[in-house]
């Protein structure tokens, strides 16, 4: 069974700080990774994806994230944080021809301190 | 352009009752699918509609169904109310029928509230 896993449910960094939000993944076969920030009462916004190529992959807002396939992960980075980055992400797996039913993590809370 | 609309953004029924969840996709968009997101967890996968047509559903009961309209716009009905139903309830629409590679565009979700 498909699954992602967000190891974390809160991280804690100063402003101006690297960030980093953690996400392993088990799929059977060619994962499609996405990763989504959702901010309170609001819906999900999208960050970035992989598809192919590339294992960096640059998103909005300043953020990328690795590919690693011999780990299975797929770690949010951001070189240096902001207040307003302060949100729930959310780390998501679609499976290679599985339509577009995505699979989520259960977030991991950043908050970023001035 | 308009984004994802979902109505109503807010509701409280009691359980046993139904309700009808609304969602209007970004124009153009033919796929729309349907996540429930209970409160500290991630969105759940429930349905997707592509061209008016089922292409997906997820593990929950019968009392959950759908459909998608002519215009693309959707409907997620929920019968038979259970406490357990209380969440917030996000659509999504995308491009799908161009490969699955694309993204979601989500709404800003509904809100249940079941008493």
């Known amino acids: 069974a498909q699954s992602v896993a967000q190891p974390e449910d809160q991280v804690n960094v100063a402003e101006g700080n690297p960030l980093t939000v953690k996400c392993t993944y088990s799929v059977s076969g060619n994962p499609y990774l996405f990763w989504y920030v959702q901010y309170p009462n609001r819906g999900l916004q999208f960050l970035l994806k992989y598809i192919t190529g590339d294992n960096l992959v640059k998103g909005s807002y300043g953020f990328e994230a690795e590919f690693n396939k011999s780990q299975t992960s797929f770690h949010l980075k951001k070189p240096s944080a902001l207040v307003s980055d302060s949100a729930l992400y959310f780390c998501?797996?679609?499976?290679?021809?599985?339509?577009?039913?995505?699979?989520f993590g259960k977030g991991t809370t950043l908050s970023v301190s001035s | 352009d308009a984004g994802v609309t979902q109505s109503p953004t807010h509701l409280i029924k009691t359980r046993g009752q139904q309700v009808t969840l609304r969602c209007s996709p970004i124009?153009?968009?033919?796929?729309v699918s349907w996540y429930q997101q209970v409160l500290g967890q991630g969105p759940q996968f429930i349905f997707q509609?592509?061209?008016?047509?089922e292409r997906g559903r997820g593990n929950f009961p019968d009392r959950f169904s759908a459909r998608q309209f002519p215009n693309y716009s959707s409907e997620l009905n929920v019968n038979a109310l259970l406490l357990g139903d209380s969440a917030l309830y996000l659509c999504a629409s995308s491009l799908w029928g161009h490969g699955n590679t694309g993204e979601l565009f989500f709404g800003e979700g509904s809100r249940l509230t079941v008493l």
């Open positions: 509609y592509y061209e008016k047509e």
């Open positions: 998501a797996v679609r499976l290679a021809g599985g339509g577009t039913a995505l699979i």
């Open positions: 124009s153009g968009h033919k796929s």
